[in-house]
């Protein structure tokens, strides 16, 4: 069923056994999109109507709720990390705080304790904690760009340093709006750390903006990923 997740509309689903089912689902193209193709390329591509519905402002209240709920988490507890439904800190949460249930945060190293940790900015950091199950350290990672726990601690400690790191991702899509294909090939990439806040004595400080005046660094952050985005845009259209 999991291939029909994520190429179709599921519109119900009716459960005849334990490994049975019955899905009533359409597909998830867009019909305006296949006439264009058709007029461009001369060809007969069908599709059913495309019925996917979003709301940006129903998506952004829960963001913006979900924001609301963690800042008791992040003026409190001495907090090293945090993002939307998440937070690393360095105090105990009471117990009231911790369970299953919808709107506790869950315990995700079971009771075990960050022995060393580099938080380096969104969506980059590592740190190592005694796993009390298996009997040993365990390294655990979340960097942008390549997957989850795929740098060992040690590397994150170079990240941190200004180094780079090599890294291989097998099996990547390109696709090509020129030739209207599509490759499966292996992508070498090059691991840095984006810093977007001075480290100053082991804390990290915001850019400041003072009498209407931006500093130098931000612009700089600013335009390397302006430069960053017109490449990506540059790859795609020249493959």
């Known amino acids: 069923m999991y291939k029909y997740v994520i190429t179709s509309i599921i519109h ?12 009533l689902i359409s597909d998830n193209l867009n019909n305006n999109i296949l006439k264009k ?49 998440s937070v690393i800190l360095g105090n105990k949460l009471e117990n009231k705080f911790i369970g299953e249930e919808l709107g506790l945060m ?9 022995k060393e940790g580099y938080f380096l900015g969104l969506k980059q950091y590592g740190y190592s904690y005694f796993n009390r ?3 040993k350290i365990i ?8 997957a989850k726990d795929s740098l060992t601690l040690l590397q994150i400690k170079e990240l941190q340093q200004g180094g780079q790191i090599k890294k291989t991702i ?14 499966i090939k292996d992508l070498k990439i090059t691991v840095t750390a984006n810093r977007e806040k001075k480290l100053i004595d082991n804390t990290y400080y915001p850019l400041i903006i003072e009498k209407n005046e ?4 931000f612009i700089d ?10 490449l990506k845009i540059k790859k795609i259209f020249s493959n």
């Open 170 to 183: 097998p099996s990547k899509f390109f696709k090509s709006f020129k030739n209207l294909s599509i490759k």
């Open 221 to 230: 952050v600013l335009l390397g990923k302006i430069k960053c985005q017109l």
């Open 139 to 146: 390294d655990k990672s979340v960097f942008a760009g390549v």
């Open 12 to 23: 119900s689903i009716i459960e005849i056994s334990d490994d049975i089912y019955v899905l």
């Open 106 to 114: 869950k315990d995700e190293l079971k009771g075990g304790v960050i």
């Open 37 to 85: 193709l058709n007029i461009k390329l001369n060809s007969d591509y069908k599709s059913y109507p495309c019925l996917v519905n979003s709301n940006v402002a129903i998506a952004s209240a829960v963001t913006s709720y979900a924001r609301i709920h963690m800042i008791p988490f992040k003026l409190n507890n001495n907090c090293y990390y945090s993002d939307t439904d």
């Open 214 to 217: 931006i500093k130098f660094d």
């Open 133 to 135: 199950e298996k009997g």
